[in-house]
């Protein structure tokens, strides 16, 4: 690598950030530099340095610098320097067809992923985000997304930004470079760089007011220049930047401040026929104005556009504009647009900028720009939504239907706390009972989310249904048992679901008919009767294709159809569509969960957490959350389980329901682990007693019953242990013909009533069930009992069985209680001697599943195509690989072939 140019004052982050490359050029491992500074800092120099080093270095560099006017644009930065340079990484049919996936955010970063592990192989590329401030949220995503998945690339991530940055918690290695004023004296040596000799003393002491920033500093000196050449003294430049431009703008022509004031407001560089067209002038006009700007220094040629020297010069000449001027050049911008054909989320802006109290066409055009970004940038498109409401009065035209379809963005964006508020504000100033019923009809998910829900149900429960027109009652029906679910007992809002279904096929509304069939799907989960919930939710596919097919899978998981259930995951998971959907990861956590794969549950666990904070998706953040905490107590690990309970009470959800309510049998069953039965008992009684109302699906999950008679067993509640077995009875009423159930019902019975017999024929049903860890416990209680009963030959034998299962699932700490069991009758066994824990490193640190992936990547496959090979997420693949490259101490993908190599010389691969 070559000495780098000079740059005056920035030697030391020069130097940080080319070992950066050369740390990638040696190990092959990705990395991410980030440089933080205050506007005209130098970060876009010390960028261009880096890049010019990079080429000459072997890098291929991609870089783009984040624009205002693409903000909302989604992906438009990450595409675009995927598109730089003589050959791009993406072909022009790629970016189509990548462009064509903003709306899907994982499948679309999943999809860029891909194409760069294809493309970098072992050569190096830098990619570069300058202005990182200004990019589309789906962007920022991506530079937050990528690094992680691309770590044992050679991918380099450069990212330059205004705003204050921090060193991120997962991914390749990362250096985060805060690039501060520059001191007096380095600022003495650029004004020798540029006037040719040391600054005078009127010259220093102007320097010396620019606070150390280069950008200033270079404006003050390069007046300081143009002012000799024409023979005057230098003019007093202020300290105030603004007050510095207005001397530069002062000699230029009307003609020449209004292309400037245009081309300030459009937000990016505009073409020279753009700029003809906004402006109404002839080509001859703008060519000469544009000439004379140009020499004055304050725009420059960037290919085949125009664009202002400096972000600073265009903002100090938009904050000079007054706000009629800024209105109108913005009402002038959004025209153009329109006419141009550009999207609409390049003309919202402008719109929203020139917009005033009561622009109902306005308000509809921000509208449905938000509509195009609920999915692909939430945030923006509740701003969007939000400014659309603002603009109009409930007396001006298209009120009602503006908000409406706010509220409808906002709860799709996840904005539940602002769609109720909006929707509030609507309520208190409607009178007719079906606009009423369509706003808490588009409310009913936000009121859901925020556990805001009462509201809704009180109004259904008052009679103001009655007074709504067909349409209306079967939505406001149909939301308000979705609403209740979890609220209300399951046949009440039963009869609110099937109504809305009746009224909906009545009436033809699609709408309806859905809302009111996911109704019912969820309402039979709650209350365990999973055949009708598979039904259900089946039935939506005609109306709403594969949107439910997450709910197929957790009902077939439920009835123990895991074959079935994973011929859907293997699907779902080779489609390019959905691969990367969290869909994949959270079936796949339950699938493994159930069949009692501890390692892959946990990966998959991690994996979904990782893609919920992406995504925002807390109420699958908390599931994995609930697997991890379950695994941890099967392991004996009381610490692991209240770090997790603490990471699962910052959810901002931690108040719903459901999550509440599952924390709560955590915690109880934490109690019990740690020797305090009562205490668990008390903290528990009050969720037994309501568990057959059908509000909750917790006590129809599987092996739950036992623990839960166990617990009260072991307190000496006879009451709670007597529950926890009707509710298994129940259990195995609602699921005819399903082993597990049936089988969990005997064994409750027989463990409550110390009926030996229930738990022989327990025993005998449940070895046709698929679940591990229910085999083995039903082994052990009834070995157990078989011990005390003196049949001590049959006992042990189902007591080995029991170890043997517990063992194989994970679960030490129910499988060391055995051991104890079988030790205090006298058994000894070699296996437990020589069971050694899995170290933390090396070949041997690997899971079966880690092994299968470090195999295939250490090949050359990239993640998508080992994924296929294996039927499971680029993502679950990506969470494996970072785990081996931790136990295998290797940083790239080049280190992992050669372990792998070492370990078929070695036989043991």
Not at 886 to 903: A, E, I, P, Y
Request: charged share 25%; glycine share 8%.
């Amino acid at each position: 690598m070559t000495s780098p140019s000079v740059l005056r004052g920035r030697s030391g982050p020069v130097a940080e950030a080319l070992a950066v490359l050369r740390r990638t050029l040696r190990t092959g491992q990705g990395g991410v530099l980030v440089l933080s500074g205050e506007a005209g800092i130098g970060k876009t120099a010390i960028v261009s340095t880096v890049r010019r080093e990079a080429a000459t270095s072997g890098f291929r560099v991609a870089a783009v610098k984040g624009l205002t006017a693409e903000r909302l644009s989604p992906g438009a930065a990450v595409l675009l320097a995927l598109r730089f340079g003589p050959v791009p990484l993406l072909t022009p049919d790629e970016l189509k067809y990548v462009s064509g996936l903003v709306d899907s955010p994982p499948v679309f970063l999943d999809q860029l992923a891909s194409v760069l592990e294809e493309r970098v192989g072992r050569t190096p590329l830098l990619v570069v985000i300058d202005d990182l401030q200004w990019v589309d949220h789906l962007s920022r995503t991506a530079v937050r997304v990528l690094p992680q998945r691309l770590a044992a690339h050679p991918v380099v991530w450069l990212l330059a930004t205004r705003e204050r940055a921090e060193a991120p918690a997962e991914g390749p290695p990362a250096t985060v470079l805060d690039v501060g004023p520059l001191p007096d004296e380095t600022l003495a040596e650029i004004g020798v760089d540029l006037l040719g000799e040391p600054p005078d003393e009127r010259t220093r002491g102007l320097l010396g007011r620019v606070a150390g920033n280069p950008f200033y500093a270079v404006q003050v000196l390069e007046a300081v220049v143009r002012a000799r050449e024409r023979g005057e003294a230098a003019a007093r430049i202020p300290a105030e930047f603004l007050s510095a431009l207005r001397r530069r703008l002062a000699p230029l022509s009307e003609t020449q401040l209004a292309l400037l004031r245009l081309l300030s407001t459009l937000g990016r560089p505009a073409t020279f026929g753009e700029l003809t067209e906004l402006s109404g002038e002839s080509s001859a006009v703008v060519s000469a104005a544009v000439a004379g700007i140009v020499g004055a220094g304050l725009l420059a040629y960037e290919e085949s556009t125009l664009a202002f020297r400096h972000d600073l010069v265009r903002e100090s000449v938009y904050e000079e504009l007054s706000p009629g001027t800024r209105r109108r050049l913005h009402e002038r911008c959004a025209e153009f647009l329109l006419a141009e054909g550009a999207p609409l989320l390049v003309v919202a802006p402008h719109v929203r900028a020139a917009a005033t109290p009561g622009a109902a066409d306005a308000a509809e055009l921000l509208v449905r720009a938000a509509e195009l970004a609920a999915y692909s940038m939430p945030d923006s498109a509740a701003e969007l939504a939000v400014a659309a409401f603002s603009l109009l009065g409930a007396k001006d035209r298209g009120w009602y239907q503006v908000g409406r379809r706010a509220v409808r963005v906002l709860a799709n964006a996840q904005h539940s706390d602002e769609a109720v508020r909006v929707a509030d504000l609507m309520l208190s100033r409607l009178g007719s009972p079906d606009e009423i019923a369509g706003i808490e009809s588009e409310a009913a998910r936000a009121r859901w989310m925020t556990g805001r829900r009462r509201e809704l149900i009180e109004r259904m429960k008052s009679g103001f249904a009655g007074r709504l027109s067909v349409s209306s009652r079967a939505r406001l029906l149909a939301s308000s048992a979705l609403a209740g679910a979890g609220e209300e007992r399951g046949e009440k809002i039963r009869g609110w679901a099937e109504e809305a279904r009746e009224l909906a096929a009545e009436t033809g509304d699609r709408t309806a008919a859905e809302l009111a069939g996911h109704a019912l799907g969820i309402i039979a989960l709650n209350e365990g009767r999973h055949a009708e919930s598979l039904a259900r939710f089946r039935a939506l596919r005609e109306s709403a294709g594969d949107a439910y097919l997450l709910s197929e899978i957790i009902a077939l998981q439920l009835l123990d159809r895991f074959e079935e259930a994973q011929r859907i995951l293997t699907s779902i998971a080779s489609a390019v569509e959905t691969a990367a959907l969290p869909t994949v990861a959270y079936g796949q956590m339950w699938q493994d969960f159930h069949l009692s794969r501890r390692d892959d549950a946990i990966v998959g666990a991690r994996t979904v957490i990782a893609e919920a904070r992406d995504f925002g998706n807390e109420s699958m953040e908390a599931d994995a959350n609930l697997v991890l905490c379950s695994l941890a107590l099967a392991d004996g690990d009381p610490d692991g389980v209240r770090a997790l309970l603490a990471e699962r009470e910052q959810l901002k959800s931690a108040d719903d329901r459901v999550l509440a309510e599952n924390t709560v049998l955590l915690r109880g069953f934490l109690l019990a682990a740690e020797g305090r039965p009562g205490e668990a008992v008390e903290l528990l009684r009050p969720k037994l007693r309501a568990a057959l109302d059908g509000r909750a699906y917790w006590p129809w999950w599987p092996g739950w019953a036992p623990s839960l008679a166990r617990v009260g067993l072991v307190a000496g509640d006879t009451w709670f242990a007597s529950r926890a077995a009707e509710i298994a009875a129940e259990g195995a009423a609602r699921n005819p013909g399903v082993a597990t159930f049936k089988g969990l019902a005997r064994h409750v019975d027989g463990l409550v009533t110390g009926d030996v017999a229930a738990l022989r024929d327990a025993e005998r049903i449940l070895a046709k069930s698929p679940r591990p860890v229910v085999r083995a416990a039903i082994a052990d209680d009834l070995g157990q009992a078989l011990l005390r009963q003196g049949h001590r030959e049959d006992g042990i034998v189902l007591l080995d069985r029991a170890w043997a299962g517990y063992t194989g699932a994970g679960h030490s700490a129910a499988a060391d209680g055995v051991r104890g069991v079988l030790s205090r009758a006298g058994v000894r066994r070699r296996e437990w001697t020589v069971r050694a824990s899995r170290p933390d490193l090396g070949w041997d640190a690997l899971t079966p599943a880690e092994r299968k992936v470090a195999r295939l990547i250490g090949t050359g496959m990239t993640n998508r195509a080992a994924a296929q090979e294996l039927g499971i997420s680029p993502n679950t693949v990506g969470t494996h690989v970072r785990s081996v490259f931790t136990k295998l101490d290797v940083r790239s993908r080049v280190q992992l072939s050669n372990v792998l190599h070492g370990q078929v010389s070695d036989g043991e691969a």
